[in-house]
């Protein structure tokens, strides 16, 4: 017997029960629909890291104090060992590497913002080189960025994120106006393209000043992260070994010593989250690999209630020729497409929930395009895993005995 | 008619059983629906079984079929062993060589009249076009054309019968059996199905009937009794051909 002529007794026969062919399926819609919904969290969660968190472009890396730090252990041995890293540090990187193109810098405070009688508390005020847009371009969207001349004077300007402009100058061009920033009056110069927020955290809650007039304002102490371009893409190794070279030598670190500062790559990051995700999901798919075994199993017990219940059926079928393949492929085809029909379902869900989440949560879920084709498998697996069973023991059926039961 | 099957046995034996038994065990007890049957059918011929109720003719008939094994004893279809063969190929046998008339019509009650005579031919891999025309060209023969569309919850009882006959020919087995094929009938109907039996006969088909009735057992050429599992007696009819 064919495939289509399997497919079409077992469309009838999904049909002819069809509530209880949805009830059966309730495992696999809810496990399909997890699957899917925890991979386009994950997916989209991914992807904005990619295209809007590691905007480090390519072939620049960072000096940081601290870098990526995943656990407390690395936490405290960094506390202790790590020293801050200041000018000095980035003029001899920018003095002793030709391999560095750019080197720039920017150090943070938290601060409070006032303007007439508004007020944003707790702002990051980061303090920058203005070479750093070299390496990491701000959009712009009013006004002007800082430029080499504010940094030379320490002059009193102010760049501002997105949030800070549309809070404090609700209705007014902030372009030239003053802002309080720390207690110190500055005059704004420009105004950043929103970025939008990430898992509820607003990207665009900042200001920047000039680097010398930060540490004017806000101490000379703080440790600074230092950007560097290489100057070929393709060669930031060997860029990075220099840096490591040249702060090494700096900070009287013997051979055996480890590191006291960490660079920060873009790849770097990506792997570092991707690990993160990577753990989330594996833990997901475990909860959701329960769902899809129970899922399978209530299959099971529903086709060998029908194998049962369809004893006579198998036996007419036998009786005028049916191979013990052909009863295999029908009860297996059944089996399979109900799962599938599950998977289905549990897809289109998916795609709403994600579609909903992105719209009314932080979370920026997105509906991965290799949901459907994985899910068929997956649930193609399940049907053939879960039916096979069943399916033999209706093929092993004796056709005599079969035709007598009732 | 002919089998694809191995020439090896040049013979026009078409059944051959020699101490056939089937008992069925019942708990502590074994029934033995049969004791040893030595049955030669020969190609063309038309048998009549008869006998008294659990005497042993179904159990006779599904063995014949293929459809059961005997619990001991041999079996030769066409000059082959059967205990040989492969569930494959017993499986084509039903399909291809044997038609099947049962007792109780084996119907499958989702289906309507036409898809029920279909089945053999899906199984025999006749393609769907082919398929709807023999099967409705064979519920025709048995007179049921205005019922091609019935499921049989929807047909009498003598309809039922008619649709499981249609499917027992539409393969056109070489052998025809039959049990009971009349026993749901009307005298008129019974007369139409057997003249479609005789005709069958004329074709060349060997036919196998089982029957309660005498006269219905009169048009074949040969009538074996059952009795309590063996044979009591095996006779000639007026219009046999002894080989
Ligand atoms: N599967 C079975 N299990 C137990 N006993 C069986 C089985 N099949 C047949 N028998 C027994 O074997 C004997 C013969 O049965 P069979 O059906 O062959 O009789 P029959 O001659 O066809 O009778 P009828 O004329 O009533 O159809 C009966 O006693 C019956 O009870
Ligand atoms: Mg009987």
């Known amino acids: 017997m064919n495939v289509v002529e399997s497919t079409r007794l077992a469309l009838e026969s999904i049909w002819a029960n069809r509530l209880r062919s949805f009830l059966t399926l309730l495992g696999v819609i809810i496990g399909i629909a997890a699957i899917i919904a925890t991979a386009a969290v994950i997916h989209g969660l991914n992807r904005y890291v990619a295209e809007k968190l590691s905007n480090l472009g390519k072939g620049v890396f960072t000096v940081q104090r601290f870098g990526l730090i995943t656990n407390r252990q690395q936490f405290l041995e960094a506390i202790r060992r790590n020293r801050r890293l200041l000018p000095a540090d980035a003029r001899a990187i920018e003095a002793r590497c030709p391999e560095a193109e750019v080197v720039a810098w920017e150090t943070h405070a938290t601060v409070d913002l006032k303007r007439l009688d508004q007020e944003i508390r707790d702002t990051d005020c980061g303090g920058i080189t203005p070479a750093i847009l070299e390496i990491e371009p701000y959009d712009l969207d009013q006004g002007r960025f800082l430029v080499p001349g504010d940094e030379d004077r320490a002059a009193p300007v102010v760049f501002l994120g997105a949030d800070v402009a549309e809070r404090l100058f609700p209705n007014v061009d902030p372009i030239g106006k003053d802002l309080r920033v720390g207690g110190q009056q500055l005059e704004v110069v420009g105004v950043a393209v929103k970025k939008g927020s990430f898992l509820g955290f607003s990207q665009d809650n900042y200001v920047k000043i000039p680097y010398g007039l930060h540490r004017k304002l806000f101490g000379t102490g703080r440790s600074i992260n230092i950007s560097v371009k290489a100057a070929d893409d393709a060669r930031m190794a060997e860029a990075m070994?220099?840096?490591?070279?040249?702060?090494?030598?700096?900070?009287?670190?013997?051979?055996?010593?480890?590191?006291?500062?960490?660079?920060?790559?873009?790849?770097?990051?990506?792997?570092?989250?991707?690990?993160?995700?990577?753990?989330?999901?594996?833990?997901?798919?475990?909860?959701?690999?329960?769902?899809?075994?129970?899922?399978?199993?209530?299959?099971?017990?529903?086709?060998?209630?029908?194998?049962?219940?369809?004893?006579?059926?198998?036996?007419?079928r036998k009786a005028v020729g049916a191979r013990q393949g052909d009863i295999v492929q029908q009860f297996l085809i059944e089996s399979v497409l109900l799962s599938c029909l599950g998977g289905a379902i549990g897809v289109l869900i998916a795609f709403a929930a994600s579609t909903a989440l992105a719209v009314h949560t932080p979370l920026p879920a997105s509906f991965p395009a290799w949901a459907p084709a994985v899910s068929f498998l997956i649930c193609t697996l399940i049907g053939v895993f879960f039916g096979i069973y069943p399916a033999l023991r209706a093929a092993r059926l004796d056709p005599i005995e079969a035709l007598r039961s009732e | 008619m002919t089998s694809s099957r191995e020439p090896a046995v040049a013979t026009d034996e078409v059944i051959r059983t020699a101490g056939l038994t089937r008992s069925f065990p019942m708990g502590s007890t074994t029934v033995h629906a049969l004791r040893g049957i030595d049955l030669v059918i020969r190609r063309n011929e038309y048998v009549a079984i008869m006998g008294p109720s659990?005497?042993?003719?179904?159990?006779?008939?599904n063995l014949i079929g293929c459809l059961d094994t005997p619990t001991s004893g041999e079996y030769w279809l066409d000059g082959q062993p059967v205990a040989q063969l492969q569930e494959q190929d017993l499986a084509q046998i039903r399909n291809r060589e044997i038609g099947f008339v049962f007792q109780t019509f084996n119907l499958l009650p989702r289906a309507s009249a036409l898809r029920n005579v279909e089945l053999p031919l899906i199984y025999g891999g006749v393609p769907p076009a082919e398929r709807k025309h023999r099967a409705a060209e064979a519920l025709e023969q048995v007179d049921l054309a205005d019922r091609m569309d019935h499921r049989p919850n929807e047909l009498s009882g003598g309809q039922r019968q008619r649709v499981s006959i249609a499917r027992a020919l539409v393969t056109r087995p070489a052998l025809l059996l039959a049990d009971e094929p009349t026993g749901n009938l009307d005298s008129k109907t019974s007369a139409e199905i057997m003249v479609l039996f005789d005709r069958l006969h004329a074709a060349g088909n060997t036919i196998v009937v089982v029957t309660h009735e005498r006269d219905i057992a009169e048009r074949s050429h040969r009538i074996v009794t059952l009795h309590d599992g063996m044979v009591s007696s095996d006779e000639p009819h007026r219009r046999s051909r002894q080989p």
């Open chain 2, 54 to 61: 659990g005497s042993g003719k179904s159990t006779l008939m």
């Open chain 1, 241 to 316: 070994d220099a840096v490591r070279a040249v702060l090494r030598a700096r900070h009287h670190l013997r051979p055996a010593d480890e590191d006291d500062f960490s660079m920060v790559t873009a790849e770097g990051i990506n792997d570092l989250w991707s690990r993160l995700t990577q753990t989330i999901f594996t833990v997901a798919m475990f909860v959701v690999g329960i769902s899809l075994v129970v899922g399978g199993i209530v299959i099971m017990n529903i086709m060998l209630v029908s194998v049962v219940e369809r004893t006579r059926e198998i036996g007419v």
